[in-house]
């Protein structure tokens, strides 16, 4: 199995920065891509951010020049810098990893337990 433990949410105003942080752990053979996903109440789950293991990146439009992904994969973490932060990124955050335990008979989608971040007006 493999785990993923996040941390860094909270409650910042408007305009401020978090940085979030999520470590994959366990019986880990293999990490392929990282991301971060977000949910609003009332809202779906969507993504935010991802990265390969090879470093290539993707965000929604509406955290494009804000939000930053990043990884160290010798310490298979994945990060998410968040700046100039809105109301609107009020959400749960969840860390997600397509990886392979040695257990896994094949790549399976891993999920963070979720930590908020909370942006006042």
């Known amino acids: 199995q493999v785990q993923l433990v996040e941390s860094g949410g909270g409650l910042v105003q408007a305009g401020g920065s978090l940085r979030l942080s999520c470590e994959a752990s366990?019986?880990?053979?293999?990490?392929?891509?990282m991301g971060w996903y977000r949910q609003a109440p009332g809202k779906q789950r969507e993504l935010v951010a991802a990265?390969?293991?090879?470093?290539?990146?993707n965000y929604a439009d509406s955290v494009k020049g804000r939000f930053t992904i990043s990884r160290d994969n010798a310490k298979n973490t994945v990060y998410l810098q968040m700046n100039s932060l809105k109301p609107e990124d009020t959400a749960v955050y969840y860390c997600?990893?397509?990886?392979?335990?040695?257990?896994?008979?094949?790549?399976?989608?891993?999920w963070g337990q979720g930590t908020q971040v909370t942006v006042s007006s």
């Open positions: 997600n990893a397509d990886a392979r335990a040695y257990s896994d008979y094949a790549e399976l989608a891993y």
């Open positions: 366990g019986s880990i053979l293999s990490i392929n891509a």
């Open positions: 990265i390969t293991s090879g470093g290539s990146t």
